[in-house]
């Protein structure tokens, strides 16, 4: 079975967690692996009904989602979080009960934020409307030594996922013979397979024995 891993997003609100979270999962999902998103707006809604903003009930949520994580790295499977995850302190106990952690930095702006505020939500904290609003009027603690960084102000999200796909065969995640799995499930093999089979078809009858026969990207 494969081993499972937490990639942990960590980032402002808006600065694109939810965006490169679903790009991995489906970048991870058509590796053949198994893939969950923990997202912070979803726990919320569920897990963490009813928990506010104040330091000891992010701290709390975090750990929640952290331990979630735990059990399901623990069982194979791909944990994507994304939720802020402002402190240091909370995310080093998340990264010490998860073990294999990778922690990504999605990086933006104060400015660009407020530029885009797709949830209307930095106008009304720059109003006063929102206390503890992270950012505005609450710590963010910036990783200090993440395993990536991505910046969605300077990259496209394309990029910043090629980042951290770069980070996860760099640092053993993802094998570079992780069996590759075509979106309709066929392996690589069967894959290669089909493509010799082509190869084969588009000889003329006669002529095979002139060819030598190629592998060809069937991607
Ligand atoms: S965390 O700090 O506990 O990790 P989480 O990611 O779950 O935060 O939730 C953040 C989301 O809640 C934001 O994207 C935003 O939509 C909403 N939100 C509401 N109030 C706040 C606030 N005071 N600070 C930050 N986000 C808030």
Aim: hydrophobic letters at 35%.
């Amino acid at each position: 079975m494969d081993q499972g891993f937490t990639i942990w997003l960590t980032g402002l609100s808006g600065a694109g967690k939810t965006t490169i979270a679903r790009g991995l999962a489906t970048a991870l999902l058509e590796r053949g692996r198994r893939v969950e998103v923990l997202d912070g707006d979803e726990i919320r809604q569920n897990l963490s009904q009813g928990l506010g903003y104040g330091k000891e009930d992010r701290d709390t949520n975090v750990r929640r989602i952290a331990y979630v994580a735990s059990l399901l790295t623990r069982h194979g499977v791909v944990v994507i979080t994304a939720a802020i995850s402002p402190y240091r302190d909370t995310r080093w106990e998340a990264r010490q009960r998860i073990g294999r952690f990778v922690e990504v930095y999605v990086k933006c702006s104060l400015d660009e934020l407020i530029r885009r505020d797709v949830k209307g939500l930095y106008a009304r904290a720059l109003r006063g409307e929102i206390p503890h609003f992270t950012g505005v009027s609450d710590p963010y603690e910036e990783p200090l030594s993440p395993e990536v960084l991505v910046d969605s102000e300077q990259q496209t999200p394309e990029e910043s996922l090629a980042r951290v796909l770069g980070h996860l065969r760099s640092a053993g995640y993802l094998a570079p013979t992780d069996s590759q799995v075509h979106p309709e499930g066929r392996p690589l093999v069967s894959r290669l397979a089909n493509g010799l089979r082509a190869v084969e078809r588009s000889q003329p009858e006669e002529g095979n024995h002139h060819e030598p026969v190629r592998f060809v990207n069937v991607r």
